[in-house]
């Protein structure tokens, strides 16, 4: 079985969060919210939007990526933005990889985006970017397509 790794860089949306929390429990991915969070995990919205698969998440709260870098030094992280010309689906997804995603109104910042690493979701020209939680469940089940469950 593959683990995925789902990290939430300055989430804003608890209602987003929250799906995203249930899409982790559903597939045995953990969870990472990375920063300063736009709400509070005690969030009727938050919590209402993860229902009651809550307990079945893997969930970690980490005050920086650096953090995470140090923790996980032999992973790969991948950075999902609207910048980057790399499809996801071009990548081969291997154990323990992290699939990092942006704050909903802003994305993530420069120093990630520019990385080898940034990879994007196709869609239509003009248009500004997908819904966080569709992002998370499109590259968690491109991940899990090449890999299992």
Known sequence: MSKI???????????NTGNIARLCACCGASLYLVGKLGFSLSSKYTKRAGLDYWDSVDLHKVDCMDDLYREFPNSTFYYLTTKSKKLYTDIKYKDGDFFVFGPE???????????DTAVTIPMKEGQRSLNLSNSVAITVYEAIRQNGI
Not at 7 to 14: G, M, N, R, S
Request: charged share 30%; glycine share 4%; net charge negative.
């Open 105 to 115: 109104t802003r994305g993530l910042p420069d120093e990630y985006v520019k990385k």
């Open 5 to 15: 790794n789902v990290v939430l860089y300055e989430p804003e949306i608890p209602q």
